[in-house]
């Protein structure tokens, strides 16, 4: 089983990254936007790990750390904006285990998060993705990993790039793709095939540029490259 992360944190758009960084690393998350929300979800569950903003809308981190001290000596990590030397000593004092000043870089969290783990756990680490392979499909997760990154993907670019991946090489046209994306296909359906395919493309020169796998058959369809680059 992944390790288990719960990050408490009240801003969408930082939880939303420190998710999908967590996620394409392999740990499984759970999320919490106020200090008594993750009260009770420590009380429901076991956690490898907390990451733990100090600022949250209802109690301090510092507040929710010393209530799960009663009880659990469970790893937390701080996530704040707060930056001062009092701060840092005051979180460390109550029983965190490392702490981290907004902005971050989502993988140097990642790597503190591993540390951490390796520090005080003996729980099994997830194996970070292989990035020689070019692309993964992960069912479980719904995630597509592509060289070593989860690409960001809707439920209709996941499904037809599931499709291309289980078939490299096969060229498949709009209304074969349209079958793959979606449970009750019809005409519009249709139409936008070739906008998603212009999404994926997209998603996958962010993660390795100047690399189309997608390849385009005039009048037929597309297809996923058979024989990738060096």
Same mark, same amino acid.
């Given at each position: 089983?992944?390790?288990?992360?719960?990050?408490?944190?009240?801003?969408?758009?930082?939880?939303?990254?420190? %998710?999908?960084?967590?996620? $394409?690393?392999?740990?499984? =998350?759970?999320?919490? &936007?106020?200090? /008594?929300?993750?009260?009770?979800? @420590?009380?429901?569950?076991?956690?490898?790990?907390?990451?733990?903003?100090?600022?949250?809308?209802?109690?301090?981190?510092?507040?929710?750390?010393?209530?799960?001290?009663?009880?659990?000596?469970?790893?937390?990590?701080?996530?704040?904006?707060?930056?001062?030397?009092?701060?840092?000593?005051?979180?460390?004092?109550?029983?965190?285990?490392?702490?981290?000043?907004?902005?971050?870089?989502?993988?140097?969290? %990642?790597?503190?998060?591993? $540390?951490?783990?390796?520090? =005080?756990?003996?729980? &099994?680490?997830? /194996?970070?993705?292989?990035?020689? @392979?070019?692309?993964?499909?992960?069912?479980?997760?719904?995630?597509?990993?592509?060289?070593?990154?989860?690409?960001?993907?809707?439920?209709?670019?996941?499904?037809?790039?599931?499709?291309?991946?289980?078939?490299?090489?096969?060229?498949?046209?709009?209304?074969?793709?349209?079958?793959?994306?979606?449970?009750?296909?019809?005409?519009?359906?249709?139409?936008?095939?070739?906008?998603?395919?212009?999404?994926?493309?997209?998603?996958?020169?962010?993660?390795?540029?100047?690399?189309?796998?997608?390849?385009?058959?005039?009048?037929?369809?597309?297809?996923?490259?058979?024989?990738?680059?060096?």
């Amino acid at each position: 089983m992944p390790a288990k992360i719960l990050i408490v944190e009240d801003e969408p758009s930082i939880c939303e990254n420190v %998710v999908y960084a967590l996620e $394409a690393d392999g740990f499984a =998350v759970t999320t919490a &936007a106020t200090g /008594q929300a993750a009260l009770e979800q @420590v009380k429901q569950q076991d956690f490898s790990l907390i990451i733990l903003d100090v600022g949250l809308p209802d109690m301090t981190g510092f507040e929710v750390c010393k209530t799960i001290r009663k009880t659990q000596t469970v790893p937390v990590l701080f996530l704040t904006a707060r930056s001062s030397e009092v701060d840092r000593v005051v979180g460390l004092e109550i029983g965190g285990d490392d702490y981290v000043v907004k902005p971050f870089s989502p993988r140097e969290l %990642v790597a503190r998060v591993r $540390a951490i783990l390796r520090r =005080v756990s003996s729980v &099994a680490l997830p /194996q970070r993705p292989d990035t020689s @392979v070019p692309l993964v499909i992960d069912d479980t997760r719904c995630q597509a990993i592509y060289f070593g990154t989860a690409l960001n993907l809707s439920r209709y670019e996941f499904r037809m790039l599931k499709a291309f991946a289980a078939h490299p090489g096969r060229v498949f046209s709009r209304e074969q793709l349209m079958d793959h994306a979606s449970e009750e296909p019809d005409a519009s359906m249709e139409r936008t095939v070739d906008t998603h395919v212009k999404t994926l493309r997209a998603r996958m020169r962010g993660v390795r540029e100047g690399l189309d796998p997608i390849v385009t058959h005039r009048g037929m369809g597309y297809s996923l490259l058979e024989t990738w680059p060096d």
